[in-house]
T-cell receptor, first 113, second 112 residues
Framework: DGGITQSPKYLFRKEGQNVTLSCEQNLNHDAMYWYRQDPGQGLRLIYYSQIVNDFQKGDIAEGYSVSREKKESFPLTVTSAQKNPTAFYLC????????????FGPGTRLLVL | KQEVTQIPAALSVPEGENLVLNCSFTDSAIYNLQWFRQDPGKGLTSLLLIQSSQREQTSGRLNASLDKSSGRSTLYIAASQPGDSATYLCAVRTGGYQKVTFGIGTKLQVIP
């Protein structure tokens, strides 16, 4: 089945710890995105990548980092610099072209211990 | 800066009723508008995508319209079912890959 997978479903972070959220897609999509969803707010873009080995900051990139070494994978690291990391994180992908539909993964909920 | 507003924030209807969800946006220079469905604790599922040159799109019991000049879109759901209960989000693209603005959503409950 084609789609986007995210792991883990739940992730707990201790103070000062970096954690990495996984996102994999087998849709052969060029573009991939990371969003953060908080209660009472619309999704906010953290990072996006149009092609392998290239990525750009979104609206709230501070405290996060990404890599895009393979077309299928776009992991997100939440660093200790992110002071309010508790949120629902969603990964998405789309074919090349700004007019294309975005497809979303099931999400990872990050909680702080 | 693009702003997207969805009204109402929550809606409860009896099964079988036809209903309309609203989405408004402040910048009419858009590429497209997309409606999504989100079940609790899950990711988003794309329902309909309307390009800026289109007026409406239909899929089964769903019909989405777009009026760029007034900055509005509606999602019409016919003969609602309990399985339609979810949060419905609209998203507007006004530029490249990074220029997508999401609304907060309308939480729909369809009562059997």
């Amino acid at each position: 089945d084609g789609g986007i997978t995210q792991s883990p479903k739940y992730l707990f972070r201790k103070e000062g710890q970096n954690v990495t959220l996984s996102c994999e897609q087998n849709l052969n999509h060029d573009a991939m995105y990371w969003y953060r969803q908080d209660p009472g707010q619309g999704l906010r873009l953290i990072y996006y990548s149009q092609i392998v080995n290239d990525f750009q900051k979104g609206d709230i990139a501070e405290g996060y980092s990404v890599s895009r070494e393979k077309k299928e994978s776009f992991p997100l690291t939440v660093t200790s610099a992110q002071k309010n990391p508790t949120a629902f994180y969603l990964c998405a992908s789309s074919p090349q072209g700004a007019g294309e539909t975005q497809y979303f993964g099931p999400g990872t909920r990050l909680l702080v211990l | 800066k693009q702003e997207v507003t969805q009204i109402p924030a929550a809606l409860s209807v009896p099964e079988g009723e036809n209903l309309v969800l609203n989405c408004s946006f402040t910048d009419s220079a858009i590429y497209n508008l997309q409606w999504f469905r989100q079940d609790p604790g899950k990711g988003l599922t794309s329902l309909l995508l309307i390009q800026s040159s289109q007026r409406e799109q239909t899929s089964g019991r769903l019909n989405a319209s777009l009026d760029k000049s007034s900055g509005r879109s509606t999602l019409y759901i016919a003969a609602s079912q309990p399985g339609d209960s979810a949060t419905y989000l609209c998203a507007v693209r006004t530029g490249g890959y990074q220029k997508v603005t999401f609304g907060i959503g309308t939480k729909l409950q369809v009562i059997p």
